[in-house]
């Protein structure tokens, strides 16, 4: 078996080895405000702001992210995840606590609980090595070149934007 990219595919099986692409992140100079793909930061609504709440405790879902939908017509698709101490989301996908939202023009999923008007929650944070919130970082995100395997040591803010 390969166990690590190659340039070919053999047999079906070995496709999930071909050089596959990277997120790119790069550190933003100022707050992220345009409808790109971002971790954290607050969302870049298209259309009414809607921020999920918690359906058991009401309290606003954290955001996670927001990311651009292929197609013609610009829509972002923004992702908000229940956190409790630092575990994020649960096992259920319908429990409403982790919530994708499409703008414009998608639709709610039924199990979603939007907060009143004006809710804002929380955004994607970076801990520290004691396990303490060292930081709210705004990311945007970019198409890099095909993944090398090589890790890579990630500041307290990035941005991840288009090539």
Not at 3 to 6: A, G, L
Not at 126 to 132: A, I, T, V
């Given at each position: 078996m390969i166990?690590?990219?190659?340039g070919q595919a053999d047999g079906p099986y070995d496709a999930a080895f071909l050089p596959r692409r990277q997120i790119v992140l790069r550190a933003p100079e100022r707050p992220i405000t345009d409808p790109v793909a971002k971790l954290g930061g607050d969302p870049v609504?298209?259309?009414?702001?809607t921020w999920p709440v918690d359906p058991r405790t009401k309290v606003p879902l954290v955001f996670v992210g927001q990311f651009p939908i292929p197609g013609d017509e610009l829509r972002l698709a923004y992702l908000f995840l229940h956190e409790e101490d630092i575990c994020m989301g649960g096992m259920d996908p319908e429990a409403g606590d982790g919530v994708l939202l499409v703008q414009p023009d998608g639709r709610i999923p039924s199990f979603a609980v939007i907060g009143s008007p004006g809710t804002h929650g929380r955004t994607l944070w970076?801990?520290?090595?004691?396990?303490?919130e060292i930081c709210r970082p705004?990311?945007?995100i970019a198409r890099g070149r095909p993944f090398n395997c090589r890790a890579r040591r990630l500041g307290a803010e990035h941005a991840w934007r288009r090539s």
């Open positions: 166990t690590r990219p190659t609504w298209l259309s009414e702001p970076r801990w520290g090595p004691d396990e303490s705004a990311t945007g």
